[in-house]
């Protein structure tokens, strides 16, 4: 990663590849969700090394690269793939990315990710909108000194996780048939799973699902004036809540399942925002 490349330089970067697309919706992709990136249409793929600022995300199931193109009707630029704290990045290296799609026009950060559940009736499989999140992650990729060209030194989260557009995220899965849950994503450092006690602290706090990412992304989206909605795809449930094997390799298959009901929920939420 290059620590002094600026949010404007990955942006122009985008531009000189996106012809004459301007997108309008941005896309992050998690965990073994990377499928749907093969969706968009008229696509454009950039890898991360040719992006000034872009950390590659050194885990399975990320490819690192940026996908632009058109979903659902609308003009998108799709992150297949993340970086993760645990991964010794640091909070500061998710900005450059979720800036640049600022800056490239986006309007709008759909943020999907993959989770273990902690509640026993939402398994795995089952695809859960956020409506909030708690940080548990022991920074935030604000600390530092504050670019008030992209937002205040103080930024409020009370709608972080946009209640319009989640909504919206509702009542499309409604009527495609998917069974969306809807809960509070806790945002967990890694790289261990939580021990059984963590995840009975974890649903003391309020917590519904609980994944190592996706948090960070909307505080740099929201500092930035970005509208943020979010998906969850329930791998497992939490430790000490079942029987079930729980590791990265079990996520990946899990999330695979799920990612049919995700591209369709997805194409269809973006294809009613035309309306």
């Known amino acids: 990663m290059d620590?002094?490349?600026t949010p404007g330089e990955a942006a122009k970067a985008i531009a000189e590849r996106a012809g004459s697309l301007r997108p309008r919706i941005g896309i992050v992709l998690g965990s073994g969700l990377g499928?749907?990136?093969?969706r968009i249409e008229d696509a454009v793929t950039i890898?991360?090394?040719d992006l000034p600022g872009f950390p590659r995300p050194g885990v399975h199931g990320h490819a690192g690269q940026l996908v632009l193109g058109t979903l659902g009707g609308q003009p998108v630029a799709c992150m297949r793939g993340r970086v993760h704290l645990y991964e010794g990045a640091g909070p500061a290296a998710i900005k450059v990315p979720i800036r640049a799609l600022k800056l490239a026009g986006c309007d709008t950060l759909l943020l999907t990710?993959?989770?273990?559940s902690l509640r026993?009736?939402?398994?795995?499989?089952?695809?859960?909108a956020i409506t909030d999140h708690i940080n548990m992650q022991g920074g935030n990729p604000l600390v530092g000194p504050n670019d008030d060209a992209f937002g205040p030194r103080f930024p409020g989260l009370k709608d972080a996780w946009d209640p319009t557009l989640t909504a919206h995220l509702a009542s499309t899965a409604a009527e495609l048939g998917i069974d969306l849950a809807q809960g509070v994503y806790a945002a967990w450092l890694g790289p261990c799973f939580e021990t059984p006690a963590e995840v009975r602290m974890l649903k003391v706090l309020g917590a519904d699902a609980v994944g190592m990412s996706t948090v960070p992304e909307?505080?740099?989206a929201r500092h930035c004036g970005l509208t943020v909605v979010g998906c969850a795809v329930i791998t497992n449930l939490g430790v000490g809540l079942g029987d079930g094997e729980v590791?990265?390799?079990?996520t990946l298959r899990s999330a695979t399942a799920a990612a049919a009901d995700l591209e369709r929920l997805v194409i269809g939420f973006l294809e009613g925002m035309k309306r």
Do not use: F, N
């Not at 990710?113 to 273990?116: E, K, L, P, R, T």
């Not at 590791?247 to 079990?250: C, E, G, I, V």
């Open 247 to 250: 590791s990265h390799d079990q």
């Open 3 to 5: 620590g002094i490349a």
């Open 120 to 128: 026993t009736e939402v398994g795995p499989g089952r695809l859960m």
């Open 47 to 49: 890898s991360y090394a």
């Open 113 to 116: 990710c993959a989770a273990g």
């Open 35 to 38: 499928g749907l990136a093969e």
């Open 218 to 220: 909307c505080i740099v």
